[in-house]
C-alpha cells in the first residue's frame, strides 16, 4: 500500500467525518427548532439537512469505491480491518481514530434523527386531534385504521360551530 493512497483514503474519511459532524450539529439546531415552533428555521434545517445527507451519501459511495479500488474487497464494510493490517503506525492511528469518529458520529446522527422524528410525530397527532376536534370529530367512535396502520377520522358532517 502506498502512501499516496493511504493519504487520498485520510482525506476520504476526514470529509466524511466533517460532514458527519455538521449533520450531528443541524439536528441537534432541529430538535432546538421543534421544540419552538418556529417553522422559518424548521424550513431552512430541512434543506440544509437534504444537502448535507445527500452529499454524506456521495462521500460515502466515494470512499466505498475507492476501497474495492485499492483492493479492499468490501469496501467499507471491511475497512477495521485494511486498518489493522496497516503497518505504517502513524498513519494507521489517525486513521483508526478518523474511522472511529464515523462511526460515533453516524449513530448519534441516527438517534438524533430519531428523536426528531418522534417530536415531528407526536406534534403531527397534536395537530390531527386539534383539527379532528374543531370538524366535531371526537368523543365517538369516529376513530377506524387505515392500510397503513395510521388512525383515520371517519368524516362527519357536523361542524363544531353547529354542533
Same mark, same amino acid.
Given at each position: 500500500?502506498?502512501?499516496?493512497?493511504?493519504?487520498?483514503?485520510?482525506?476520504?474519511?476526514?470529509?466524511?467525518?466533517?460532514?458527519?459532524? +455538521? #449533520? *450531528? %450539529?443541524?439536528?441537534? /439546531?432541529? !430538535? @432546538?427548532?421543534?421544540?419552538?415552533?418556529?417553522?422559518? =428555521? &424548521?424550513?431552512?434545517?430541512?434543506?440544509?439537512?437534504?444537502?448535507?445527507?445527500?452529499?454524506?451519501?456521495?462521500?460515502?459511495?466515494?470512499?466505498?469505491?475507492?476501497?474495492k479500488?485499492?483492493?479492499?474487497?468490501?469496501?467499507?464494510? +471491511? #475497512? *477495521? %480491518?485494511?486498518?489493522? /493490517?496497516? !503497518? @505504517?503506525?502513524?498513519?494507521?492511528?489517525v486513521?483508526? =481514530? &478518523?474511522?472511529?469518529?464515523?462511526?460515533?458520529?453516524?449513530?448519534?446522527?441516527?438517534?438524533?434523527?430519531?428523536?426528531?422524528?418522534?417530536?415531528i410525530?407526536?406534534?403531527?397527532?397534536?395537530?390531527?386531534?386539534?383539527?379532528?376536534?374543531?370538524?366535531?370529530?371526537?368523543?365517538?367512535?369516529?376513530?377506524?385504521?387505515?392500510?397503513?396502520?395510521?388512525?383515520?377520522?371517519?368524516?362527519?358532517?357536523?361542524?363544531?360551530?353547529?354542533?
Amino acid at each position: 500500500m502506498n502512501t499516496h493512497a493511504l493519504d487520498q483514503l485520510m482525506g476520504l474519511l476526514q470529509t466524511l467525518t466533517t460532514l458527519s459532524n +455538521q #449533520l *450531528n %450539529d443541524l439536528l441537534k /439546531q432541529e !430538535k @432546538i427548532s421543534l421544540e419552538t415552533p418556529n417553522s422559518i =428555521d &424548521l424550513l431552512t434545517l430541512s434543506s440544509a439537512k437534504k444537502r448535507l445527507v445527500s452529499e454524506l451519501e456521495n462521500n460515502t459511495k466515494k470512499t466505498h469505491a475507492f476501497l474495492k479500488k485499492i483492493n479492499v474487497t468490501r469496501g467499507l464494510y +471491511q #475497512l *477495521n %480491518d485494511f486498518i489493522s /493490517q496497516l !503497518k @505504517i503506525t502513524d498513519k494507521k492511528q489517525v486513521m483508526s =481514530d &478518523l474511522w472511529s469518529d464515523v462511526q460515533r458520529l453516524s449513530i448519534d446522527n441516527k438517534s438524533q434523527n430519531e428523536v426528531n422524528g418522534s417530536i415531528i410525530e407526536l406534534n403531527r397527532r397534536y395537530t390531527q386531534r386539534s383539527l379532528a376536534e374543531l370538524r366535531g370529530q371526537l368523543g365517538g367512535n369516529n376513530t377506524t385504521y387505515g392500510s397503513n396502520g395510521q388512525s383515520m377520522s371517519s368524516k362527519i358532517s357536523r361542524n363544531i360551530t353547529t354542533a
